[in-house]
């Protein structure tokens, strides 16, 4: 079975700082897909970025990067330049490439950005 | 923009009642799922269904039961609710294998709270 572990409950950052979350993941599986997700206070959860196993390059969307160590089973997000509105839950979360949607989630890191 | 919309944010039932949580998407998702989010557990799947009238299990599918006759909706429902189903619950849609990202996208969540 799949595990996916967050270590990390809370973080705080400063405005305009830079920030890294840690994942880490258990799969005996080759392809598969690595995702963060963000649930801002009281409102939906979205996806912030993706990374498929396969890809060796690290995947970027603006000031959110993933630091993708597949031997490691290591999946970091990296916010730079944080903003307040960054302040959020974060989820890790795993998915095999035949399961479209099933996602194995991890526990959650609640990140707050301090002006 | 994909909605998903869940029908209830708050609910508060006593213990024994029958609670129906409702899930529409307006995307034409063929995938819907019902998870459910707890501190320091993360989301775990309860149910989920790739086609009208299917429905798997998922994770923890115990005390819940789900009801798909349309491709837009998705009903969780709690047969006699018990104060361990306080929760958060969170559906959520993705596109079909054939088109799938794997991409969740989540309604705003409904927090029952069982009296």
């Known amino acids: 079975a799949q595990t996916v572990t967050q270590s990390q409950p809370e973080m705080s950052v400063q405005e305009a700082e830079t920030v890294t979350l840690s994942c880490t993941y258990d799969t005996s599986e080759n392809n598969y897909y690595l995702f963060w997700y963000k649930q801002p206070p009281s409102r939906q959860m979205i996806l912030v970025i993706r990374q498929e196993a396969y890809k060796q390059q690290n995947a970027t969307e603006n000031r959110f990067s993933v630091n993708f160590q597949k031997a490691a089973k290591s999946f970091s997000l990296k916010i730079s330049d944080s903003q307040l509105g960054d302040t959020a839950m974060y989820f890790c979360?795993?998915?095999?490439?035949?399961?479209?949607?099933?996602?194995?989630f991890g526990q959650g890191t609640t990140l707050q950005v301090k002006p | 923009d994909v909605k998903v919309t869940q029908s209830s944010r708050y609910l508060v039932k006593r213990t024994g009642e029958k609670v129906f949580l409702e899930c529409v998407q307006d995307m034409d998702h063929e995938n819907m799922f019902w998870y459910r989010q707890d501190p320091g557990l993360g989301l775990r799947l309860i149910y989920f269904?790739?086609?009208?009238?299917?429905?798997e299990k998922g994770d923890i599918p115990e005390g819940y039961s789900v009801s798909r006759e349309k491709k837009e909706r998705f009903s969780l429902i709690l047969e006699s609710a018990s104060t361990n189903q306080t929760s958060m619950y969170l559906c959520?849609?993705?596109?079909?294998?054939?088109?799938?990202?794997?991409?969740?996208?989540f309604g705003e969540g409904s927090r029952l709270t069982v009296l």
């Open positions: 979360a795993f998915m095999k490439q035949s399961n479209t949607g099933k996602l194995i």
């Open positions: 269904s790739y086609d009208v009238k299917m429905k």
């Open positions: 959520a849609s993705s596109e079909g294998l054939a088109g799938g990202t794997g991409e969740l996208f």
